[in-house]
């Protein structure tokens, strides 16, 4: 198992264009400005914005699956939407879960 972190943007597009990967887990608040931000006014790119970049420049057949995960919920919608509308096989994993499984395998 190897894991690769990105923590902006810019970092996660150099890493998907460079690599493949066959899971992606994907945050929406990439920003600290844009914590809890409505995706549609975000002043920064974030997690829909890197959505719409892989619907755009990776095939759905490459990624076995793609979890979106936020503390902004309506952040991690507007992605799973636009990943599935895409044909990417997506899962929304609520914050409070994604951090009571790390603890349980920390």
């Known amino acids: ?4 972190r990105t923590y902006n ?4 597009i150099e890493q998907l264009k460079t690599n493949k990967f066959d899971q992606l887990w994907l945050d929406h608040d990439l920003s600290e ?3 809890l931000c409505d995706p549609a006014t975000c002043l920064s790119p ?6 719409k970049w892989i ?8 990624i076995e699956s793609i979890v979106c995960h936020s503390l902004n919920p309506i ?3 507007s992605m799973s939407d636009i990943l599935i509308k ?3 096989s997506t899962t929304i994993m609520p ?3 994604l951090l009571a499984t790390i603890k349980t395998y920390s």
């Not at 974030?46 to 959505?51: R, V």
């Open 55 to 62: 619907t755009e420049n990776l095939n759905p057949r490459d």
């Open 9 to 12: 943007y810019e970092s996660t």
């Open 46 to 51: 974030t997690g829909t914005t890197l959505a």
């Open 86 to 88: 895409a044909g990417f």
């Open 95 to 97: 914050f409070h879960i």
């Open 75 to 77: 952040g991690a919608k």
């Open 1 to 4: 198992l190897q894991i690769t």
């Open 33 to 35: 400005m844009d914590i």
